[in-house]
Nanobody
Framework: VQLQASGGGLVQAGGSLRLSCVVS????????MGWFRQAPGKEREFAAA????????YYADSVKGRFTISRDNAQNTVYLQMNNLKPEDTAVYYC?????????????????WGKGTLVTVSS
């Protein structure tokens, strides 16, 4: 299984970016997808998830109302639309795929990870 994330870059505060992640090697439509991020000097944290069985989405409080996760099963791609970006959103963003999403332990259900794409938000 391979995940290839793209779409990161440098943006000013208040701007928008859309990240993409293409998954190969598994039946994309039957797995949960997640976006996580790791800021410099901090641990990797959950940002958003999309569950295939219920088609529900979940967000960290820090991004709720600004970020939107979506998927295109025909393209084996998951997206993260990020609006009203803030300097504290600066991080490497990772996509992940897994058999289940756990609200209490989001990392646990993810079994494959991409290499990440860097998002830098300037003030």
């Amino acid at each position: 299984v391979q995940l290839q994330a793209s779409g990161g870059g440098l943006v000013q505060a208040g701007g928008s970016l859309r990240l993409s992640c293409v998954v190969s090697g598994r039946t994309f439509s039957r797995y949960d997808m997640g976006w996580f991020r790791q800021a410099p000097g901090k641990e990797r944290e959950f940002a958003a998830a999309d569950t295939w069985s219920s088609d529900n989405t979940y967000y960290a409080d820090s991004v709720k109302g600004r970020f939107t996760i979506s998927r295109d099963n025909a393209q084996n791609t998951v997206y993260l639309q990020m609006n009203n970006l803030k300097p504290e959103d600066t991080a490497v963003y990772y996509c992940a795929t897994g058999r289940y999403y756990s609200h209490s332990r989001p990392h646990d259900g993810m079994d494959y990870w991409g290499k990440g794409t860097l998002v830098t938000v300037s003030s």
